[in-house]
């Protein structure tokens, strides 16, 4: 196995790079990444529509997430890799399409977060800050939104979690991600299937585990902050 | 400074506030007391738009506040209103809390308003609490902080609706001397509460409500010595046997 990884190792970590397009757990990592930092912004927009008092906004929205929902990411990754080209003419490559996908599945299900917590804060929150004249936009970033994001926290890190196992899929459309690569390592080696395979799946377990805990401490050292006193 | 003219307020078919017309004036403090479900905390929150009416008129200061075209927002920054649940924002210290209005309104800079917020958390006996996140505060020193936080949009009018009501029975008489001393400043206050020693002490004038009316309004003199009313006698009657 020692040998494996001693061969392996940069080919598994960045793929053909430099003499191809990058690839592997790097690619896999940076993809994962913008999905959420684009995902975010976009999830916060979608999560508030959601439950906004104008009716114009809510349905579209609401529409939106039950649709992407509905339908296995999977599918939608087809769709977008080969209809949407039909359609639009424009041919897109598998790491641009891997990462439409991410971002529409992540913004839609941070948005449901973001809105199962502006439902969840107590009436009086919104209400109070109203009352001190403040508008509801104002109201909303400044007293609403801290406090969900705060406490959805853990939501938002299980689906970055959920987007970095996710992009394993994008091997179905010959995408060059971590676990495209170990495929392509066991094909090349041959004898050694398991031991390839537990690799990646170390991989995996390393990156999501090692995000789990790094969110439950920083979600403790929020916790910790309210409760100073003077 | 505020006038009631046949205000009406349905929810469905149930009748929350029927006709009510009656008057506030400048520097009274007004105790509005009565059984629960009598359509005291709807009325107060009607003068706020925290609730919309369905019939009638609301004026402060001669401006119609339910009319189109009303800037809620502005008539809001000038009353203050304290709620029964404190309602403090759990994320901010209580100096924040009380900052977070007057900065984002523009009424202050973040310097000015730094300073008010000491000042008047000095008044309501907290300046020792000020960096202190309302978890960490009694439910009497949250309070006193919300009234803190109302109080630093420096509004002419203050509305509280029942503050004393979900507090340990020991905190009830630090809230109600902050309210005191209000009153002894001049502010107009409307105050719902069942506080019968408060309304007595504090009060100019009193208000009984019962299903969505007010059946009597009377000096704390008049209303606690010769209760005109069936209802009122009832319920000044049950509550001394409390």
């Given at each position: 196995m020692l040998e494996l990884i001693d061969t392996y190792w940069l080919y598994f970590l960045v793929g053909q790079y430099p003499d191809g397009p990058l690839g592997g757990l790097v690619l896999t990592i940076l993809l994962s990444g913008a999905a959420l930092v684009l995902a975010m912004p976009l999830g916060l927009l979608l999560g508030v529509a959601r439950v906004s008092p104008y009716r114009a906004l809510r349905w579209p929205t609401s529409v939106l997430v039950q649709l992407v929902r509905a339908v296995p990411l999977l599918l939608v990754l087809f769709w977008v890799y080969f209809f949407l080209p039909a359609v639009t003419g424009v041919k897109s490559g598998q790491a641009s399409t891997m990462l439409i996908v991410l971002v529409l599945f992540d913004s839609v299900y941070l948005a449901e977060i973001v809105a199962a917590g502006i439902r969840a804060l107590p009436k009086g929150q919104l209400e109070s800050a109203r009352s001190l004249g403040l508008s509801y936009a104002q109201a909303l970033r400044l007293v609403v939104l801290p406090q969900t994001l705060k406490n959805g926290l853990p939501s938002i890190v299980s689906q970055l979690v959920s987007t970095i196992k996710a992009t394993s899929l994008g091997y179905i459309i010959g995408l060059s991600e971590v676990s495209f690569i170990a495929t392509q390592i066991?094909?090349?080696?041959?004898?050694?299937?398991?031991?390839?395979?537990?690799?990646?799946?170390?991989?995996?377990?390393?990156?999501?585990?090692?995000?789990?805990?790094?969110?439950?401490?920083?979600?403790?050292?929020?916790?910790?902050?309210p409760a100073q006193v003077s | 400074m505020i006038v009631l003219d046949k205000v009406n307020k349905w929810y469905g078919d149930y009748h929350a506030l029927s006709d009510i017309?009656?008057?506030?004036?400048?520097?009274?403090?007004?105790?509005?007391?009565?059984?629960?479900?009598s359509g005291k905390s709807t009325l107060i929150r009607t003068l706020n738009r925290l609730e919309e009416i369905d019939g009638g008129r609301i004026a402060i200061d001669g401006r119609d506040i339910h009319a189109k075209g009303v800037d809620v927002n502005a008539l809001r920054a000038g009353i203050g209103f304290v709620f029964q649940s404190f309602n403090l924002f759990p994320h901010l210290t209580a100096l924040e809390n009380c900052m977070l209005a007057p900065v984002q309104l523009k009424r202050a800079t973040k310097a000015e308003a730094r300073e008010q917020a000491l000042a008047l958390l000095e008044r309501v006996g907290l300046a020792h609490k000020a960096d202190a996140y309302p978890n960490a505060l009694s439910g009497g020193q949250q309070q006193r902080v919300a009234i803190a936080r109302?109080?630093?949009?420096?509004?002419?009018?203050?509305?509280?609706?029942?503050?004393?009501?979900?507090?340990?029975?020991?905190?009830?008489?630090?809230?109600?001397?902050?309210?005191?001393?209000?009153?002894?400043?001049?502010?107009?206050?409307v105050c719902v509460t069942h506080e019968m020693g408060f309304a007595r002490e504090v009060a100019d004038r009193i208000w009984f409500m019962a299903e969505g009316k007010i059946l009597e309004q009377a000096t704390p003199e008049a209303f606690f010595t010769n209760p005109q009313h069936p209802r009122a006698q009832q319920f000044l009657s049950d509550r001394r046997r409390d």
């Open positions: 066991n094909t090349l080696v041959f004898t050694q299937a398991v031991q390839v395979y537990l690799i990646l799946a170390l991989t995996y377990f390393i990156l999501c585990f090692g995000l789990s805990r790094l969110a439950f401490l920083l979600e403790r050292r929020l916790q910790r902050r | 017309s009656e008057q506030v004036a400048k520097n009274e403090v007004l105790v509005v007391c009565g059984p629960s479900g109302a109080l630093a949009m420096r509004p002419p009018i203050m509305l509280f609706d029942e503050p004393t009501s979900a507090l340990d029975p020991e905190m009830v008489g630090e809230v109600l001397g902050v309210m005191r001393s209000l009153a002894g400043e001049g502010m107009t206050m």
